[in-house]
């Protein structure tokens, strides 16, 4: 029998293959070699595309655009971003014009998603109404639709126009609203009545700023601002928000529920009393997602969770994003609703202003599913006016005890992704008790982790002076080889980044203790990897992202992965490899736990600036 090459094989499994690349650049490189991998890389390279419009690189669409590029057609998500410019001068009406021109020469109904995203956080930039309508005229098999700010009102077109109310719905399983001003709302309204019945996935991000918070959008009159009272619900009645996006339900005691409906996302909703209006018209029994972001009230939310008749059957996912009160009842019914709801297996929360964390036991009793955990919560919430610099950031998060780590882990066999906080420890000392505590607990217990974020940095205490950052990140560096030769069942005493016995003599820096020679003076051997200790960890990573994006790498976190080294003696050693945080995406997909955003401002304990090159005391370069 001849021997198998990649040649010989099938082109289904060719396939196969092609699609287990996720880096675009690898995929470009696939399409290079011949017909038949061109034919088969270009579909999932131009799956997804972001496009940076506004800059002097616009003239580079006319290629992009062009009728013989194979793989417009194969476009499905459609992302525009607002370029970083130095010189913004109407730059929007430039990027207004590469819209339309790109919208014009897009080939027909093969876009499922499009998004218009221009700043680092809502409200976006006001996106032209007659770029709109051209989307919905020429894309009509649109899975997602978006209710986003607009320079003038369009839903008039929208009702007039017989091809967009035919075609544009029908396809619609995911409405995202983001309402801010009354005519939004109506719009809302109108594309949650006419994909009611589809309709899966639901996120309302109800932001409303006054006239004097919006940065992005069109400052609107004072009589047209909507009071938060107004907005949300009340003891009395449904608010503007409830009665105005689903008035087709009203009155809600006996409208039917979305049918479909499986996924839930609110951002800054009132849910204080959810009871007569969101648990009226959503069938929470049926939901598998449930993500709730600075939502007030989310404990009267909980609380009628609990109850048997709103109790969902098959919650996949739970992300909690609060600001709690002096009373943490937010977190007392988040507790007993993990005690009653089974099954989840992505879990997410980032509460503040708490006195402990999440308890043990709810988070546990998921143990048989739970594949991705993130938790983190402190006791203040700092003012974002104020920033304050580690060691005393990460001591404002909260650690758990040893006691109830041991019980997540035990139970939480099946974990994948891990991001919480770790107690606090000093690079240049050997790790205290409480942190070798955490490693114990992580490393015997979870065998399938393949990600680890701790959010919290290392510091360089009993040292008053901070390091310089590249010589923290090589002690970072041995610190996480340390955790991975740990996780894969080595010794930690060739990586140990520990002080040096007391005969230094202080001309030499502190470093690790060198192995031992064997009494015949051969070569010392390499630390054996245990068997019965897990070996997938693959990335670990240190701090909080400042990024909201993934379309650049944080500053103020650094990320390792496993790899090996050879030794002067040709040995393979455990070694972590420093990497980007928009690389590892595609080099480790398990690692979603990170692209979880906390909204923490942390920073790094090094020296920025001058500091770090040894400028503060002396004279330096000036800064222009």
Known sequence: MAKLTFDNLSEDVKALIVDRILRPTDLKNVCLVNKQLHALAIKPLYRHVALDLGSAKDTRLSAFLSPHNAGLKHIRQLRLHLAKVRDSCNQKQ????????????????????????????????????????????????????????????????IKKSAQIQETLFSCAKTLALYPENRQMLDLSHHFVERTAELLEELIVHAEFLWPEQRENSRPLPTEQAIDTRELNDSATGPGLLTRTVFSHMMPFETCTPFKKLTSLRLHFVGLRHCADTWCRFIDFTLIQDLRLYHCSGADSLFGQLCKASHLPKRLRSL???????????????????????????????NVKHVKSLPAAAGIARHGKTLQMLSVHASAESPSPLVHVTPPENDAEELVWETEELEKICKACTQLEQLSCAWPLSSLIRTPNELWKAYENAVFSSLKDLVTLHITTFPNNKPSTQLLPKTIYEQLLQCLATRLFDLAAGGSAQSTDTTSTPSSNNGDDPPGPNPPPIPPDGSAPTATPILP????????????????????????????YLRSTSLSAFGEEKVHAAPIGWCLRQYVEPRSDVLDVVLHRDTKGPWKYGNEALGLSWGEGVDDE
């Open 319 to 349: 992300d909690l994003h609060h600001k709690d009160n002096d009373e943490n009842e937010a977190l007392i019914a988040l507790d007993g609703f993990l005690c009653l709801v089974s099954g989840i297996q992505e879990l997410i929360i």
């Open 532 to 559: 019965n200790r897990s070996k997938k960890l693959r990335l670990i990573a240190f701090g909080i992202s400042d990024k909201i994006y993934e379309r650049e790498d944080s500053k103020n976190q650094l990320l």
């Open 94 to 157: 430039h990027a207004g014009f590469a819209t339309r021109l790109v919208l014009d020469f897009l080939p027909g109904d093969v876009l499922e998603e499009f998004r218009w995203d221009t700043s680092d956080w809502c409200p976006w930039e006001p996106f032209s109404a007659d770029n709109l309508l051209l989307l919905y005229q020429k894309q009509r098999r649109i899975k997602r639709l978006e209710v986003m700010n607009l320079d003038r009102d369009v839903l008039p077109a």
